[in-house]
């Protein structure tokens, strides 16, 4: 048997492994391309996304510095016809990893998406989306990423800084 046809059965059997069941593939793959893009497999392209979450462009930017040309894991959750949700983690250290759903959400660079009904049979899913909202509302507290809000001292002290510029601007008139 050749090594082009081991090949191209091996790939048919991953098809019909995603097809029918949750996988977890490693590859190695830049952040943009995990956002946008996808996998090229099989001459067609996997758009993959984040699964309950959607990263803020400051997330995508995050990733693009923090995961780009590393090892990351893909857990499917959820496939729809032409989108597949994952789980996407980062190896930390030797047999640890971290998930990048997670870190987005706890640095306020993401936020939950509603619920999937159609998903409310899948444990892990439901799971994931607990913890998601968990680490969100975690965010909201810290005041972090997107959900930061200036506070009166803040506000009070830009007030001042425009101010004084517009005197100095005054000045030169």
Not at 64 to 83: G, Q, R, T, Y
Not at 99 to 114: D, K, Q, T
Not at 150 to 172: E, G, Q, V
């Amino acid at each position: 048997m050749s090594s082009k046809t081991d090949l191209q059965s091996l790939i048919e059997s991953l098809n019909h492994y995603m097809d029918n069941h949750l996988m977890e593939v490693r590859l190695s793959i830049g952040a943009l391309g995990l956002v946008g893009a996808g996998i090229a497999f099989r001459k067609r392209l996997l758009n993959l996304s984040f699964a309950a979450m959607n990263p803020s462009l400051s997330g995508t930017f995050w990733l693009k510095l923090n995961v780009e040309n590393k090892m990351v894991w893909f857990k499917v959750v959820d496939k729809h016809e032409d989108d597949i949700k994952c789980i996407v983690s980062l190896e930390k250290k030797a047999l640890f990893k971290k998930s990048l759903n997670a870190e987005l959400m706890e640095r306020g660079l993401a936020s939950v998406l509603p619920f999937d009904q159609s998903l409310y049979r899948n444990k892990t899913y439901k799971e994931l989306h607990k913890n998601l909202t968990s680490s969100q509302s975690k965010a909201k507290r810290r005041n972090c990423g997107v959900w930061y809000k200036p506070t009166k001292w803040d506000a009070f002290r830009h007030l001042i800084d425009n101010s004084m510029h517009s005197i100095k601007n005054l000045r030169n008139i």
